[in-house]
């Protein structure tokens, strides 16, 4: 019996990624716990606790951004019914990325605010512009391939395949800003954060919109 002929076969498959999800975001509470410690002499608790700023504004960031994955990950793979090895291969890969997100975070907690910060913005900008890809390239193979049930909801998941590809252009054109001015960047990644964080919604509506149109 081929896996692609395998009926909903995605538990164990879902079941590792939610496992890859919950490992990355434990591990950036590394630092916040690390942070916690090693006052100077003299300097009190609070001193130090509002001198630490930069890694719990970089912890937020991080779990964010895995969060908001992990909730993208179960829109895409809510409608999968069977599976291929194409997307076995994939989700792996894409669970790699998403195991790779702590080390981003940990270099902006560290360079937050120096002369790296610009370096530190990028190499995470990069990370997010993989994983949108990733998205893109997992929605397109199950459209693709046919490994979602029923049609009722096909117009959404064409409007998903769209939001990744904007998504893939929006992160390439952060980075760009990013190297001019930084602070226009974070606001852009900030902006992406509020669509990704409601798919279906941001989905829903590029659907009507090419529903009406193809009316036209």
């Not at 509002?50 to 912890?59: C, I, K, L, Q």
């Not at 895409?76 to 291969?89: D, H, K, Q």
């Not at 997992?138 to 939001?163: M, N, P, Y």
């Amino acid at each position: 019996m081929r896996l692609r002929d395998i009926r909903h076969p995605k538990d164990r498959l879902v079941a590792l990624s939610d496992g890859v999800f919950a490992v990355a975001m434990t591990l950036m509470s590394i630092d916040v716990v690390t942070s916690s410690r090693g006052e100077l002499e003299g300097e009190t608790l609070a001193q130090h606790l509002v001198g630490e700023w930069p890694v719990y504004t970089a912890y937020l960031i991080g779990f964010l951004t895995v969060l908001v994955c992990w909730i993208n990950h179960q829109v895409v793979y809510e409608a999968v019914e069977t599976m291929n090895t194409g997307l076995v291969w994939i989700n792996g890969l894409q669970m790699a990325l998403v195991a790779a997100v702590p080390m981003p975070t940990a270099l902006l907690a560290e360079h937050l605010t120096d002369e790296g910060s610009q370096l530190a913005f990028s190499l995470y900008g990069v990370t997010f512009m993989l994983m949108a890809l990733s998205f893109f390239v997992t929605a397109s193979h199950i459209q693709r391939r046919g490994l979602a049930g029923g049609d009722d909801a096909a117009g959404v998941r064409r409007g998903l395949i769209r939001c990744y590809g904007l998504a893939v252009v929006w992160t390439v054109l952060c980075l760009v800003m990013c190297q001019f001015n930084l602070l226009a960047a974070i606001i852009m990644w900030a902006l992406m954060f509020a669509v990704f964080a409601f798919p279906l919604h941001f989905a829903t509506f590029i659907a009507r919109r090419q529903a009406v149109d193809s009316a036209r």
